[in-house]
């Protein structure tokens, strides 16, 4: 396995543009989670997928955010109209029921909204 | 209340002793715990995976468990220097949702 990973791993943008990031899960990693990050918490749960379907979101994940991930594959976050209360570590995770869904973090985008 | 607790610290020991991480979680029904290492600007990772209840050691890091008390800790043996770091705590809530609920971590410092 090479690992989960994240692109691109920093992004510095303007308010009011819009943003995307995108996740590679472990192959054959059938959920994948996005969670975001500020300073001084932990992460916090945004939305999740198995294979295709998002399953889950958080009430975070406001109507600016969208999350796909149409082949089962990797993933990207959208967040439309960024604010600077967007500014934040966005997480990307992966697992299988084979290892007892466990969840292995890439190295994460983190965002700046100017 | 929050749904998964810890102390924030910073939590200092001196290099060799041991490091006791405690976290306490409010879903009594929570069925698996896990403490992630990460370092300043760094993503987490996975040092521990605990599901039932009792002691579960690896290598210098042993976690407990104690679904009665709702307690789940982190030991760690021989501390380093380089094993300071935030300890994340997390919980995997009641069946039907595979989504973490994650404390806002300790940070541990081990001094040379």
């Known amino acids: 396995d090479t690992g989960v990973s994240q692109d691109p791993r920093h992004k510095i943008t303007k308010r009011g543009q819009n943003v995307t990031f995108r996740c590679d899960p472990i192959?054959?990693?059938?959920?994948l989670y996005w969670y975001r990050q500020t300073l001084g918490q932990g992460p916090e749960f945004l939305t999740y997928f198995q294979n295709e379907a998002q399953l889950e979101k958080s009430r975070l994940l406001s109507d600016r955010f969208s999350a796909e991930r149409p082949k089962g594959s990797f993933s990207t976050l959208e967040i439309q109209r960024t604010e600077q209360g967007d500014s934040a570590m966005y997480l990307c995770a992966s697992s299988t029921t084979r290892q007892g869904e466990t969840q292995y973090f890439g190295p994460g985008t983190r965002l700046l909204v100017l | 209340q929050k749904e998964v607790e810890q102390n924030s610290g910073p939590l200092s020991v001196p290099e060799g002793a041991i490091a006791s991480l405690n976290c306490t979680y409010s879903?009594?029904?929570?069925?698996?715990f896990f403490w992630y290492r990460q370092y300043s600007g760094k993503s987490p990772e996975l040092i521990m995976s605990i599901y039932s209840n009792g002691d579960k050691e690896d290598g210098r890091f042993t976690a407990q468990l104690n679904k009665a008390s709702q307690y789940v800790s982190l030991l760690i043996r021989d501390s380093q220097p380089s094993d300071s770091a935030t300890y994340l705590c997390a919980v995997s809530l009641s069946s039907g949702t595979y989504k973490y609920i994650f404390g806002t971590g300790t940070r541990l410092k081990v001094l040379a």
């Open positions: 192959s054959e990693h059938n959920r």
């Open positions: 879903d009594r029904v929570s069925q698996s």
